[in-house]
């Protein structure tokens, strides 16, 4: 491994936290809170152990593998243990334990939250903590490549940050192209802009407009209000914050290919019609169960509420406007389903993602047509127009079984450390697992993380981490052979 690579690079990740702290600074100074000196340390802080680093290691050699991965667990971690500094100075995060766990779970755009009174939190700090999703939501790392000498090694440190879906899907997409990776930043930044703007139209404050736009196209959850999305009670503003959802679902490179005229590849593009189907499928059928069990009074109400918490738990994004576990049981098992989905491969979307799904149902489809139908045909699998390796399909086979063995685990685990009922254990893994943040019983929609030991925040920040790695990158640390020259 090369450590003064891996130092630079810390570096680098260091100098863009300290740097964007500049941002909560001027609110904090605009609203004259009392998180303006801790901020002011804070970022001093960070950019004092980040310059040093950054400038000693400077002769450097091209990153392999091994540094991608070590970079892509070990400068999550580290970043979120400096930008917990703020919270911990001013008083408000005073344990270190919340602190970390509060911006893992930002940047790793789970949302979940162990802050009892959101509101209380001054405005720096509450736009910090949303920054933290605006940052994490495209993959950290990826804003670091566009910093990267030309040849460091910018693909291998993509690819470790990257999802199986990626490797999957195949979609034509250079890392090492500058210019692409800052156009899709820019895709990123415009919907951003997009739906402040849309949000600020229909009546929301503009700090609410962009901490709320921050957890929604990078389908992270953070609100600045105690009751999420609920506090607004507007139906303008849930539709919006749908639509941009299903974006942040989708995968950015396709949009990126959109925009460049290549329209035809939305034709081709196999997962974005099963996204659309699962989100038709389950709107449809939970909207018809609030319906017809009376949970609203109408069918338009039903289909506002029983559509955000599909999309928002299905693209992994956790804003809530219903406590859904009032609802009927029917439609909480439709929920507890749209769990274990999650969206696009590419997206800033976290949880199994729809085109492990594909290829299994694929698979699944043809081995019952060769063992009862066909037993002599040659039966081709294909995906977006081409074929699928076998490799491709036993790697998504066992991402989706090393997925299900994880949350039996940890559920196992949570019940040890926090004497948690069952359900609630398995809930609070699957939440933070797949980046969701709500789950259900004591960690549902109208609860938070706050009374979980610290124990048990360490392991559900660890399972955050190793969900939004898309478990591979973490994994892959803890065998013998990667360590080995």
Same mark, same amino acid.
């Given at each position: 491994?090369?450590?003064?690579? =891996?130092?630079?690079?810390?570096?680098?990740? &260091?100098?863009?936290?300290?740097?964007?702290?500049?941002?909560?600074?001027?609110?904090?100074?605009?609203?004259?809170?009392?998180?303006?000196?801790?901020?002011?340390?804070?970022?001093?802080i960070t950019l004092g152990a980040g310059?040093?680093?950054?400038?000693?290691?400077?002769?450097?050699?091209?990153? @392999?593998?091994?540094?991608?991965?070590?970079?892509?667990?070990?400068?999550?971690?580290?970043?979120?243990?400096?930008?917990?500094?703020?919270?911990?100075?001013h008083g408000s995060i005073?344990?270190?334990?919340?602190? *970390?766990?509060?911006?893992?779970?930002?940047?790793?755009?789970?949302?979940?939250?162990?802050?009892?009174?959101?509101?209380? /939190?001054?405005?720096?700090?509450?736009?910090?903590?949303?920054?933290?999703?605006?940052?994490?939501?495209?993959?950290?790392?990826? #804003?670091?490549?566009?910093?990267?000498?030309?040849?460091?090694?910018? %693909?291998?440190?993509?690819?470790?940050?990257?999802?199986?879906?990626? /490797?999957?899907?195949?979609?034509?997409?250079?890392?090492?192209?500058?210019?692409?990776?800052?156009?899709?930043?820019?895709?990123?930044?415009?919907? @951003?802009? =997009?739906?402040?703007? #849309?949000?600020? %139209?229909?009546?929301?404050?503009?700090?609410?407009?962009?901490?709320?736009?921050?957890?929604?196209?990078?389908?992270?959850?953070?609100?600045?209000?105690?009751?999420?999305?609920?506090?607004?009670?507007?139906?303008?503003?849930?539709?919006?914050?749908?639509?941009?959802? *299903?974006?942040? !679902? &989708?995968?950015?490179?396709?949009?990126?290919?959109?925009?460049?005229?290549?329209?035809?590849?939305?034709?081709?593009? $196999?997962?974005?019609?099963?996204?659309?189907?699962? &989100?038709?499928?389950?709107?449809?059928?939970?909207?018809?169960?609030?319906?017809?069990? !009376?949970?609203?009074?109408?069918?338009?109400?039903? %289909?506002?509420? !029983?559509?955000?918490?599909? /999309?928002?738990?299905? $693209?992994?994004? !956790?804003?809530?406007?219903?406590?859904?576990?009032?609802?009927?049981?029917?439609?909480?098992?439709?929920?507890?389903?749209?769990?274990? =989905?999650?969206?696009?491969?590419?997206?800033? $979307?976290?949880?199994?993602?729809?085109?492990?799904?594909?290829?299994?149902?694929?698979?699944?489809?043809?081995?019952?047509?060769?063992?009862?139908?066909?037993?002599?045909?040659?039966?081709?699998?294909?995906?977006?127009?081409?074929?699928?390796?076998? @490799?491709?399909?036993?790697?998504? #086979?066992?991402?989706?079984?090393?997925?299900?063995?994880?949350?039996?685990?940890?559920?196992?685990?949570?019940?040890?450390?926090?004497?948690?009922?069952?359900?609630?254990?398995?809930?609070?893994?699957?939440?933070?697992?797949?980046?969701?943040?709500?789950?259900?019983?004591? /960690?549902?929609?109208?609860?938070?993380?706050?009374?979980?030991?610290?124990?048990?925040?360490? *392991?559900?920040?660890?399972?955050?981490?190793?969900?939004?790695?898309?478990?591979?990158?973490?994994?892959?640390?803890?065998?013998?052979? *990667?360590?080995?020259?």
């Open positions: 491994m090369h450590f003064s690579s =891996i130092a630079h690079i810390m570096g680098i990740l &260091l100098i863009v936290t300290g740097t964007s702290m500049v941002f909560p600074i001027a609110c904090s100074f605009f609203y004259g809170g009392s998180d303006l000196l801790p901020l002011l340390y804070a970022g001093a310059l040093p680093t950054f400038f000693l290691f400077r002769k450097h050699n091209d990153l @392999n593998i091994k540094d991608g991965f070590f970079i892509a667990v070990i400068g999550w971690i580290i970043v979120s243990a400096f930008s917990a500094i703020p919270f911990m100075l005073p344990s270190f334990t919340d602190a *970390f766990f509060e911006m893992i779970s930002g940047y790793t755009t789970t949302g979940a939250t162990i802050l009892t009174d959101i509101e209380s /939190v001054p405005h720096g700090l509450l736009l910090l903590r949303s920054q933290t999703h605006f940052l994490g939501g495209m993959g950290f790392l990826t #804003l670091v490549i566009i910093f990267l000498p030309h040849g460091m090694g910018g %693909l291998r440190l993509f690819r470790a940050e990257s999802s199986p879906g990626q /490797v999957i899907t195949k979609e034509k997409f250079k890392p090492r192209n500058r210019d692409t990776m800052v156009m899709l930043w820019w895709i990123y930044i415009g919907l @951003n802009l =997009i739906q402040i703007m #849309l949000l600020a %139209l229909g009546g929301m404050t503009l700090f609410d407009s962009i901490c709320t736009a921050f957890g929604t196209v990078a389908t992270a959850g953070f609100s600045p209000k105690n009751a999420s999305i609920g506090a607004y009670n507007s139906a303008y503003f849930d539709w919006i914050i749908i639509l941009f959802m *299903f974006l942040g !679902g &989708l995968s950015f490179v396709l949009i990126y290919q959109v925009l460049r005229g290549d329209i035809k590849t939305l034709k081709k593009n $196999t997962e974005l019609r099963w996204y659309l189907g699962f &989100l038709l499928f389950f709107c449809g059928a939970i909207t018809l169960i609030l319906w017809t069990k !009376g949970t609203y009074a109408n069918f338009f109400d039903a %289909l506002r509420y !029983g559509t955000f918490q599909i /999309v928002s738990i299905l $693209t992994t994004t !956790g804003f809530g406007t219903a406590d859904y576990e009032l609802w009927p049981n029917s439609a909480q098992m439709l929920l507890f389903i749209v769990c274990f =989905i999650g969206a696009c491969a590419g997206s800033t $979307t976290s949880g199994i993602k729809i085109v492990h799904y594909v290829i299994i149902c694929k698979y699944m489809y043809a081995s019952i047509r060769k063992i009862f139908f066909q037993p002599m045909a040659v039966i081709s699998l294909r995906l977006n127009g081409r074929s699928i390796d076998e @490799n491709i399909i036993n790697l998504a #086979l066992f991402y989706v079984i090393i997925n299900v063995f994880m949350i039996l685990i940890g559920g196992f685990i949570m019940t040890l450390t926090d004497d948690m009922d069952y359900s609630s254990a398995i809930s609070s893994v699957i939440s933070a697992l797949m980046n969701i943040g709500p789950g259900f019983g004591a /960690v549902g929609p109208t609860h938070n993380f706050a009374f979980i030991s610290d124990a048990g925040k360490w *392991f559900l920040s660890w399972n955050m981490l190793v969900g939004r790695l898309e478990m591979f990158s973490v994994l892959v640390l803890f065998l013998p052979s *990667f360590w080995k020259k």
